[in-house]
C-alpha cells in the first residue's frame, strides 16, 4: 500500500516482557548443547500502515535476547526473519535467548494513520 504523501509518520511504544514472548511449546534454537535457547515471538500491530520497528532491550538479559535469524541460530522457515509483515498493519517478531532472566523489550513503531476513533457523539451531550 503506498503511503499518502499527506499523511505523516506517527509513532508508538510498545513493551513486553520476553519471559512472556516464548513460543510455546517451546522452540529450541541457539547452537545447542549448554548454549541453546528458545525461541520468542511477539505480534505487533499499529492503526495504520508500518513502515519500521526499531527494538531496544532493557534489562539483565538483554545481550542474550538475540534478534532471528542470528547467523543460522533461528531455526528455518519460518523464523529466519526478524520481522515478518502479515498485513500492512500487523507484523511479527523473531528472536531467541538462551537467559531466563529479565529483559523488557520495547518495540517503536512508526506508521501512517489508516484508522481513525472518532468520540461517540452520545457522549457530546450533557
Not at 535457547?37 to 520497528?53: D, Y
Not at 543460522?72 to 515478518?84: E, L
Request: with cysteine.
Amino acid at each position: 500500500m503506498a503511503a499518502n504523501p499527506n499523511q505523516y509518520v506517527e509513532t508508538m511504544v510498545v513493551q513486553l516482557e520476553a519471559q512472556n514472548c516464548y513460543i510455546i511449546p517451546y522452540v529450541t534454537a541457539g547452537v545447542g548443547g549448554p548454549d541453546a535457547g528458545a525461541m520468542l515471538h511477539a505480534e505487533l500491530q499499529a492503526p495504520g500502515t508500518i513502515t519500521s520497528i526499531t527494538l531496544v532491550k532493557s534489562g539483565p538479559a538483554s545481550n542474550w535476547i538475540h534478534d532471528c535469524p542470528n547467523g543460522g541460530n533461528c531455526p528455518d522457515p519460518p523464523y529466519s526473519a526478524v520481522y515478518k509483515t502479515v498485513t500492512d498493519d500487523h507484523w511479527s517478531w523473531y528472536g531467541w535467548t538462551n537467559s531466563g532472566d529479565q529483559c523488557t523489550l520495547i518495540f517503536t513503531i512508526s506508521f501512517f494513520r489508516t484508522r481513525f476513533k472518532f468520540p461517540n457523539p452520545q457522549s457530546w451531550h450533557g
